[in-house]
Nanobody, 124 residues
């Protein structure tokens, strides 16, 4: 069983930055592809970014490309999402996810484990 715990959410003004963390309770971190999704009330959970199990491949939603960066730390079993130039439309609950696979997917069903979510609010 994999447990994922997100942290780092909060309130920030538009144009500001936040860094989210996702700590994974696994023995071997680099066999899991990791991803970030986000959700706002009344909408489906949408893909934000992902990093492959080998940390070689990354993928980003068009809406965050060039502003967000996903990376991971082997030693800390932690994935991060650096969010810069934040916009009000980035306001959402952000979830991290893990799948025991080497390839990246934007689909929610690809991932087996989910964190509890962390709220990000961007004010104008």
């Amino acid at each position: 069983q994999v447990q994922l715990v997100e942290s780092g959410g909060g309130l920030v003004q538009a144009g500001g930055s936040l860094r989210l963390s996702c700590a994974a309770s696994v023995r071997t971190f680099n066999i899991y592809t990791m991803a970030w999704f986000r959700q706002t009330p009344g909408k489906e959970r949408e893909f934000v970014a992902a990093i492959s199990a080998t940390f070689i491949s990354r993928d980003y939603a068009d809406s965050v490309k060039g502003r967000f960066t996903v990376f991971a730390d082997y030693g800390q079993n932690t994935m991060y999402l650096q969010m810069d130039s934040l916009k009000t439309e980035d306001t959402a609950v952000y979830y991290c996810a893990a799948g025991k696979t080497e390839t990246i997917s934007r689909g929610r069903d690809w991932y087996d484990y989910w964190g509890q979510g962390t709220q990000v609010t961007v004010s104008s």
